[in-house]
């Protein structure tokens, strides 16, 4: 049985000694990403505004984008999935409620505040001397930003284990049942999205929801995203399986979070076979052009190739990449920008080409280096 202080780390705002601190912005919130959604985290879902004070900010380093999170738990899921520039990273100033650099804070750690999706809180302040303000009121310790980041990074698993337990039982069933009463099930298309705060932008524009409160709102989308999103493509057969601890090698994302966009190399030596998986086909024909690029890849040479496979994107099965047709150029875009989008018929090709707006459609003899590493441009 969870217990209750687990139960309020994840949905409220009242301490385990009574205390009340709400996280929540009483000024205007400063919203600070560039992306669809930008009123929520894009790795929780959360309301910025709802966790305000205990929100961050950071530039990711493959395309130096403005990222902003509810806390520093999703901070460091990014960090571990993308990369970040530490010396971009500002955290809020629970006083001012003004970003500032994190690396200048001074963190109280373990109050008796509720953490922020994880089991200890971690505040920041500008000043020390609002710090040990703080400390005589809630109790906890200062910590510098690096050593409150190593705290995070360690209970990371912990957290999300709790989190996962919590969701499992409450979240996930309220969001089931909402969904199937008031939302137009068959608009929503989870798998089309790369972030869960653009499906939740989605829901309230295009009204795929009755109008729902943030609370339900936030209940619907992650049942969405991390249970319907998968268990849909559970039915479909022969799709490209991916395990939840394999990186893309190119860009160092969980290739399993986006489904749609899933392709792989297998190879081959005597006795020592290996495969990669990639969250899109441009990152998978940057590492077969040269492999050495991106890390030490012994066996991941041409001559050793025994498959390739590649998502359709009307079917979602895997299929051989090597006779796909791929469209280039189209309104549609993957986890990484631009993508060569494949299909196992020309007939669905030329008609994504033509409802997407795509400018070619080659085959995989045809595609080049130039022409892949082009696709990073808006041209």
């Known amino acids: 049985m969870l217990k209750k202080s687990l139960i309020i780390v994840f949905i409220g705002f009242i301490s385990l000694y009574g205390t009340v601190f709400s996280k929540k912005a009483t000024v205007t919130p400063k919203l600070l990403q560039q992306e669809n959604g930008n009123q929520w985290c894009p790795v929780s879902g959360e309301k910025i505004e709802d ?9 990711l380093q493959m395309n130096e984008n403005n990222r902003q999170y509810c806390s520093i738990r999703c901070l460091v899921m990014d960090m571990d999935e993308y990369g970040i520039d530490l010396n971009s990273v500002q955290v809020l100033d629970v006083i001012s409620q003004k970003y500032i650099q994190a690396q200048d804070a001074y963190f109280v750690v373990g109050s008796e505040v509720d953490g922020s999706l994880s089991q200890k809180s971690k505040l920041a302040f500008k000043s020390k001397k609002d710090a040990l303000e703080f400390i005589k009121k809630y109790k906890g310790t200062i910590k510098s930003f690096k050593e409150t980041l190593k705290l995070a990074r360690n209970s990371l698993k912990k957290d999300n284990e709790i989190l996962k337990k919590i969701k499992k039982k409450k979240t996930y069933p309220r969001g089931k049942r909402i969904f199937e009463k008031v939302c137009q099930k068959d608009l929503i298309d989870p798998t089309s999205y790369i972030e869960i705060n653009e499906l939740k932008q989605d829901i309230v524009d295009k ?8 609370k339900d709102l936030q209940a619907v989308a992650l049942y969405i995203w991390e249970v319907k999103r998968f268990g849909d493509l559970d039915t479909i057969e022969d799709k490209v399986q991916v395990k939840e601890d394999e990186k893309c090698p190119v860009c160092g994302m969980y290739t399993y979070k986006y489904p749609r966009w899933a392709a792989q190399i297998f190879y081959e030596k005597q006795d020592d076979k290996k495969h990669w998986s990639f969250d899109g086909v ?7 052009f040269d492999s050495q ?27 051989d990449g090597t006779k796909a047709y791929y469209v280039i150029r189209s309104d549609i875009y993957g986890p990484m920008g631009h993508e060569l989008i494949p299909f196992e018929s020309l007939s669905d090709a030329k008609t994504f080409k033509k409802d997407h707006y795509g400018k070619k459609i080659i085959q995989f003899s045809q595609i ?11 041209e």
């Open 51 to 59: 966790f305000y004070k205990t929100s961050y900010t950071a530039k």
């Open 207 to 214: 009204k795929l929801c009755k109008p729902l409160k943030e």
């Open 282 to 288: 441009k990152d998978m024909m940057k590492f077969y």
């Open 293 to 319: 690029k991106w890390g030490n890849y012994e066996i991941a040479k041409r001559e050793n190739i025994t498959k390739i496979l590649v998502t359709d994107y009307y079917s979602q099965k895997g299929i």
């Open 368 to 378: 080049v280096e130039d022409v892949v590493y082009q696709l990073d441009f808006n």
